[in-house]
């Protein structure tokens, strides 16, 4: 996969085809939720976590590339984004944004500028 903000790392240890739903979903710094949705298009890779009632039950959309690590025994994704970071994450409905390109864009934007790694994620 192309080494971009919608496609999962080749280091993250993800692979296509594996069934993510109901995976629990680790930041940096804890426990965010579980997946509730998820896709492996190339370049258009991404999670939906419910983060119960962390949030007051939010759901929010992670892009592929915040994923750094997969572990498959205890079903677990890791994030490199804080817990923070997803808290104020734009809101996201899936029924309605999934479809809805100018709120992927805000989303995009959003994690472009908030990206962990310093200096947004265009030299990756």
């Given at each position: ?13 993800h692979?296509?085809?594996?069934d ?6 680790e ?30 039950g939010?759901?929010?959309l ?7 690590g997969?572990d498959?025994e205890?079903?677990t ?5 804080s817990k923070e970071?997803v808290?104020d994450?734009?809101?996201?409905v ?7 390109r100018?709120?992927r ?8 500028a908030?990206w962990p ?7 990756f």
């Open positions: 996969m192309t080494d971009h903000l919608w496609s999962f790392s080749a280091e993250s240890g692979l296509a085809g594996t993510l739903t109901g995976w629990r979903v930041a940096a710094d804890g426990h965010i939720g579980k997946v509730d949705k998820h896709s492996d298009e190339v370049d258009d890779s991404y999670l939906v976590v419910d983060t119960g009632v962390w949030i007051f939010k759901e929010v992670i892009p592929a590339r915040a994923v750094t997969v498959l205890e079903q994704l890791h994030l490199a984004l970071q808290k994450s734009p809101e996201f899936s029924d309605k944004h999934l479809a809805d100018q709120n864009e805000e989303i995009d934007q959003y994690y472009r908030s790694f310093g200096g947004g994620v265009g030299g």
